[in-house]
């Protein structure tokens, strides 16, 4: 009989005791989860883009979130059960209470909570949803010659504007999933004031070595050429390259082995120079340039079927051009007066009759939009982009911060 009502003490506990225990497991419970979403956050601040979460880190989180949801359980079972037999649950709180209790001194990581991340062969870059099958296709085709192994130099050329970097970046972002296949994706944007050294201290850069500045001209090329080769394969993107290029001068060696240089260009003589495979990007077919036009000018326009064929000349005169469609449509957002569709028309044909050159044409694209800023501080402020680096991502506290400076803007109350 003694055994039996020891026995029975040890499994069976007063409904109100039993209450107490779970009271007491809940106050548990919110230690850890507490201590989870201070490890949340410190992990939310190590986690670069190189790093990855330590397995042990990440199994503690699963834990607390299976843990979380036993607790649930059992409260759920100790409310069905009737008063009495709720007693016999005893056993499955007292466990929980310690098993959060060894899970709450397991999470006080002291140490990192992140290790290098060896997947990581490069950054991602952001980049736009591309209209049409023209671009498509040229990302199917830059892609294939990637992973041909008999093709190491692919060249992707076409006049300004047209789609080049949109396009590279985004089979950029597609390689960074090639872990198996190459060791590191390095992305540089040439444009037009780049030389030798600024390009071989990006590539030193971009494999986060340092270049001395002063380092001898003939030393510096063989430094990039062993970075190059050291790393194993390399896809090196050349973005917007203005000029013939001499990879010797820079130090970049002869693709091999499975490493790759592709380079976008608006001239084909580049392509040529370097002895690339070229893929040239078409202009937008009318379809795909009116579904552009009409998105950036916002799809509403179909409440205005007057307006509709006058947007279509408009559009027209883009030549399938998407910047110039990206551009034009912006500035006509919004605008939804018959008259001043008809200027736009109007002055876009008279200007275009002036010009023949490709160049000038987008030139007078971009002019078109500038004409139609509102006031004299936004056109400044536009301007100030002009003193940026070509492609560079400008931040808009960035961009304030600088017509600020330069006197353009007054008030942040005005942007
Ligand atoms: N196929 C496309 N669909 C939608 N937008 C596009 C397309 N191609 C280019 N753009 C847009 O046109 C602009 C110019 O493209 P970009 O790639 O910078 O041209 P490029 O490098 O040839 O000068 C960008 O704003 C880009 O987002
Ligand atoms: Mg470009």
Redesign the pocket.
């Known amino acids: 009989m003694d055994f039996f009502l020891t026995k029975f003490d040890e499994s069976w506990d007063t409904p109100t005791n039993l209450d107490e225990k779970m009271k007491d497991l809940k106050r548990k419970q919110a230690e850890l989860n507490a201590l989870k979403g201070d490890t949340k956050s410190r992990t939310t601040a190590e986690l670069h883009p190189r790093k990855k979460l330590k397995k042990e880190v990440e199994l503690w989180l699963e834990n607390v979130e299976r843990i979380n949801g036993e607790i649930e359980d059992l409260e759920q079972k100790i409310g069905e059960n009737s008063f009495a037999s709720r007693g016999f649950l005893k056993g499955n709180v007292l466990k929980k209470i310690q098993e959060v209790d060894e899970l709450y001194q397991r999470g006080k990581f002291h140490n990192s909570l992140v290790v290098d991340n060896p997947g990581w062969i490069g950054q991602a870059l952001s980049t736009?949803t591309?209209?049409?099958d023209a671009?498509k296709t040229c990302m199917e085709k830059i892609w294939a010659f990637l992973m041909d192994d008999d093709i190491q130099k692919i060249g992707v050329w076409?006049t300004?504007?047209?789609?080049?970097?949109?396009i590279v970046k985004l089979v950029h972002n597609q390689l960074l999933k090639e872990t198996e296949r190459f060791d590191i994706v390095i992305w540089i944007t040439v444009s037009k004031e780049m030389n030798i050294i600024k390009l071989q201290n990006r590539i030193a850069r971009a494999m986060k070595v340092s270049l001395d500045e002063d380092e001898d001209e003939t030393i510096r090329p063989g430094m990039i050429y062993e970075m190059l080769v050291r790393k194993g394969k390399y896809v090196l993107i050349l973005d917007?390259l203005w000029d013939k290029l001499s990879l010797e001068e820079v130090g970049i060696p002869e693709p091999s082995n499975g490493s790759k240089l592709l380079v976008?260009t608006r001239l084909l003589d580049v392509c040529q120079y370097l002895d690339c495979r070229e893929v040239r990007?078409p202009t937008?077919s009318n379809p795909d340039a009116w579904s552009?036009f009409l998105k950036k000018v916002g799809e509403d326009v179909s409440n205005h079927p007057n307006l509709l064929p006058i947007m279509e000349s408009v559009a027209t005169e883009c030549d399938g051009l998407?910047?110039a469609i990206?551009t034009i449509a912006s500035s006509m957002s919004g605008v939804r007066d018959v008259h001043a569709w008809r200027d736009a028309l109007h002055e876009l044909k008279r200007n275009g009759e002036t010009v023949k050159k490709m160049e000038e044409k987008v030139f007078q694209k971009l002019q078109f939009s500038y004409d139609r800023l509102r006031d004299e501080e936004l056109k400044n402020c536009f301007l100030c982009c002009a003193l940026l680096p070509e492609d560079w991502e400008i931040e808009t506290d960035e961009l304030i911060h600088l017509c600020i400076a330069e006197g353009h803007i007054k008030e942040m109350d005005s942007m």
């Open positions: 736009t591309l209209f049409g671009a076409g300004e504007g047209i789609g080049k970097t949109t917007d976008t990007v937008l552009l998407p910047l990206v």
